[in-house]
């Protein structure tokens, strides 16, 4: 029982010393800019109106990069005005050059290397949370929800702006409703953070000033104030926003191949977000499309983890920072919503956010899949945050996970269930954190025992100074399984990390950087259900920007060191740790220019004979204020990499060993299925020696054995990307993105895993050669053509073709997969029969 009220005694205690702490930022001198009232501003650019002459400006903006607390070059005057319906924001960014003043069009929340502006309200004045709004000389919105130091983009609001360019430099005016904020009824005072962005000359410089020692601590922490707010009351949005589709597909011909085959059909369904009080907010969705979202890319995952590809459809980004129930760094989370849609369209999902008055953030999460409209698949998440003192908070979470199979599927009924809690506790003056995470899983198939399992994550880390130490421990049981609705990279572990990052120049260069840095780190880690030491390795990086704004980073590792690989067979036993190391070096040269390239380069080698070389090279050229061309090339050559192949069913007889016609567990193999190996008696005795039998077999006077088949690999590895972005105007653009790739591998010099330690080289008479080629293609033409409200068309094109093989030798064989160059594997992929869609999209908001 002790133990477990060692952890809520903890909390409590770091509950009330960070209380106490973490005050930091109460002494620091706090910027305040008093606003003005004002009744009737047009938005057009023009700073014209009686009211913002009797607004002070706020002035006196201080650098950030690239020397820190040094003087703008540029002078930069903004000023707030409160309406009865909005907050506005006017800014005037003189410019001595305004010939210079960088106005390139890009899509929404993207700068593209322009000069922009950004203003930023903590409207809660809870010193947390912000809301920013920026908009670039060329006029292009960016919107974002920043939470701490980490901002979500995904959040777009409806809100109007106006850029002006002039012989002083630019101007810009701002209205951004009430409908689109969160603030407490009778608000009398807001944080406030100005930001200007001066591409040619590198500088960042903002209103409320920090330093390079406080970025990770929190950023809102720090905002300036905004005094003289009177009598606002916040609004309750009201969205609809219904759409309409027609899509034509193209395909192969199912009965007779080469032929073309089409389908048409058409769609609707909308979007809602209704204002249930001022703090709180219901979205929901009704038969979703998103076919204006791009393809996740193709990859050769050889691995034992599983791939987790970014979200990218805007109902499942917008306002879903409220779920970050996460472990460690990257280790998982127990929402992942690419889950949701993942086999069966989306019927209809729902969410609900809010926070309220005290500093408790809320969200649930709803949604079902199924063909036809009819679900057969449910998902839920919830999750609570109660926020207090300075970047503290305590927190709950749960999620759930239900299959039920309609009457004529064979599929057996099967829940899931997840839930725990987090916390983040700022101690020692708030330049430490104390992070954790601790939840538990159910899982239960019907008729069958639910499987539990937990998972525990600490973390103690430095978040203000130049030298950060940190440290960590995991402890994840193998029963925690919450991959239905969320992500999780492995289980059955015991991790202990420790690392740290130092920064050797403060405000002022070091040699050839402006700024410049080294980190690593070391971890030791164990398997949960035996103990098994599972080996460590070393990280080192270092690097930073340039005095030429380059920037260069070298990362240098070893791994592997000791202890016994537990993943690797599959399931079947351990094979020892092969110790392997390198680096990467990666370059990015000055992001000033219109073009700007960004090289990299990877070599690693391991103690069996590995040899890794890759390297990439992509380039990013401003071809006019308009047109932004990207693309990336990379090539990966491995050699000599001892690795899985296959787990395979062996079969001894009096006269020798054999397999399987095709890849099988023992017990499916019959007498006539076997081909002989070819080995002796003598010789399989060798072979077996001290190797247990597994499985069972019905042929008679036979042993069984089921076990792993390691070879040495060899693997190519071919991707090229293109985008092309083509800005007509900020409402309207065409994006164009592909990817080309090719992949192919070999196996050969196979042994037999016998113990651990031991891998026994035999004749296996199989060929596992493979081979993967890929070509996407998107096109997008997209235009808002009313603010919130955009027409979509849409061109898609995806060929793919792959090869597994389990060939056995002999005479007649075709081409091995590997065999072909890359430039074949490239034209092959173009002789494949495309698949190609067109869409067209439209949606309207109807806004209150």
């Known amino acids: 029982m002790a133990r477990r009220a060692t952890v809520p005694l903890l909390l409590l205690f770091l509950v009330s010393t960070s209380t106490a702490m973490a005050q930091s930022g109460a002494d620091r001198a706090v910027p305040v800019h008093v606003a003005g ?27 950030y990069r690239p020397t820190e607390g040094g003087r703008p070059s540029q002078r930069t005057e903004a000023r707030v005005l409160f309406g009865s319906s909005a907050v506005y924001v006017g800014a005037t960014l003189y410019d001595d050059e305004p010939h210079r003043i960088r106005r390139i069009l890009t899509r929404r929340d993207d700068d593209g290397g322009a000069d922009n502006f950004i203003a930023a309200f903590d409207s809660y004045n809870d010193r947390k949370t912000a809301y920013l709004f920026g908009v670039t000389a060329a006029g292009v919105q960016s919107d974002a929800i920043l939470v701490g130091s980490d901002d979500d983009d995904t959040w777009d609001a409806v809100w109007y702006s106006a850029v002006r360019v002039t012989d002083e430099g630019w101007v810009v005016e701002m209205a951004i409703p009430f409908s689109q904020l969160r603030f407490t009824e009778g608000s009398s005072s807001w944080g406030l953070e100005f930001s200007r962005t001066i591409p040619r000359t590198g500088e960042d410089i903002f209103w409320a000033p920090f330093s390079s020692d406080e970025a990770n601590s929190g950023l809102v922490q720090l905002f300036g104030r905004l005094d003289g707010i009177r009598s606002i009351s916040p609004r309750r949005p009201i969205q ?62 050889l691995t034992t983890f599983e791939t987790f590809f970014e979200e990218r459809r805007p109902f499942f980004l917008e306002g879903t920072q409220i779920f970050d129930f996460t472990y460690g760094s990257g280790d998982g989370a127990l929402l992942y919503t690419r889950r949701v849609g993942g086999s069966n369209p989306i019927v209809g999902a729902g969410k609900v956010s809010g926070r309220l008055a005290n500093g408790m953030s809320f969200g649930a999460l709803g949604a079902a899949t199924g063909a036809d409209f009819n679900p057969d698949r449910w998902y839920g998440a919830a999750r609570v945050k109660q926020e207090f003192g300075d970047q503290n908070y305590i927190g709950g979470a749960v999620t759930g996970f239900a299959l039920r199979p309609h009457g004529t599927s064979s599929a057996t009924q099967y829940s899931a269930f997840a839930g725990g809690a987090d916390w983040d506790m700022r101690v020692l003056d708030a330049r430490w954190k104390f992070e954790g995470s601790l939840a538990g899983s159910v899982r239960s198939f019907e008729g069958g025992d639910p499987s539990r399992g937990y998972a525990l994550y600490v973390g103690f880390d430095k978040v203000r100074g130049f030298f950060t130490p940190g440290s960590g421990l995991r402890v994840y049981s193998p029963d925690f399984q919450i991959n239905d609705v969320g992500r999780f990279r492995q289980t059955n572990l015991i991790q202990g990390r420790l690392g740290g990052n ?23 880690n164990w398997s949960y259900d035996d103990g098994t030491y599972r080996g460590g390795s070393f990280n080192l990086f270092t690097g930073g920007q340039l005095k030429n704004f380059w920037y260069l980073n070298l990362f240098a590792a070893v791994d592997g060191v000791g202890g016994f690989d537990v993943r690797e067979t599959r399931g079947l036993g351990n094979i020892r740790n092969i110790r392997n190391g390198g680096f990467n070096l990666n370059v990015t040269t000055d992001q000033r220019n219109r073009l700007y390239a960004y090289p ?30 990207s693309t990336e090339v990379g090539y990966n050559v491995t050699d000599n990499a001892t690795a899985w192949a296959v787990n395979e069913g062996f079969i001894r007889t009096p006269t020798g060993l054999a397999i399987g016609g095709e890849t099988d567990t023992p017990d499916n193999l019959t007498a006539e299925d076997l081909v002989d190996l070819g080995l002796t008696p003598a010789e399989v005795d060798a072979l077996l020696s001290g190797v247990p039998t597994s499985g069972s077999t019905t042929i008679p006077d036979a042993t069984s054995y089921y076990l792993p088949v390691f070879g040495s690999r060899d693997t190519r590895n071919f991707n090229m990307s293109t985008r092309a972005n083509v800005i ?34 035999f004749p296996y008479p199989r060929r596992r050669d493979f081979s993967l080629e890929s070509f996407q293609a998107n096109v997008v033409l997209r235009w808002e053509y009313r603010p ?31 065999d072909r160059t890359t430039g074949d594997q490239l034209r092959d992929t173009f002789g494949v029969f495309p698949n190609n869609a067109f869409l067209i999209k439209l949606n309207y908001l109807i806004l209150r």
């Open 240 to 301: 609809v926003r219904p759409y309409t589709l027609a899509r034509a597909s193209t395909f192969e011909h199912t009965e007779n191949p080469g032929d073309l085959e089409a389908s048409y059909d058409g769609d609707v369904g909308g979007d809602i977000k209704i204002g249930l009080s001022s703090n709180v907010t219901l979205d929901a969705t009704i038969n979703p499309d998103f076919g204006q979202v791009e393809a996740d890319p193709a990859e050769l995952n």
């Open 600 to 629: 990299s380069l990877r070599l690693w080698f391991g103690e069996d004979g590995t040899q890794t070389v890759a390297g990439s090279l992509g380039a990013t050229w401003n071809a006019s204020d308009r047109v932004e061309l």
């Open 788 to 818: 919130g409200s955009t027409l979509f068309v849409v061109w898609t094109q995806s060929r793919n073709l792959s090869e597994a093989e389990s060939l056995l030798r002999g005479g007649g064989l075709p081409i091995s997969p590997f």
């Open 502 to 524: 130092k920064v050797w120049n403060r405000s002022n260069a070091i040699g050839p950087f402006l700024r410049f840095e080294t980190g690593g780190y070391f971890d030791q």
């Open 37 to 63: 009232m004002a009744n009737d501003i047009q938005i057009d650019g023009i700073l014209d109106e009686a009211a913002w002459a009797t607004v002070e400006p706020a002035t006196n903006f201080v650098v």
């Open 728 to 761: 007509l105007n900020p409402k309207l653009s065409v994006q164009i993105y592909s990817q080309l790739f090719a992949a192919r591998g070999r196996y050969d010099d196979f042994s037999l895993l016998a113990n651990p330690d031991d891998l026994r080289d």
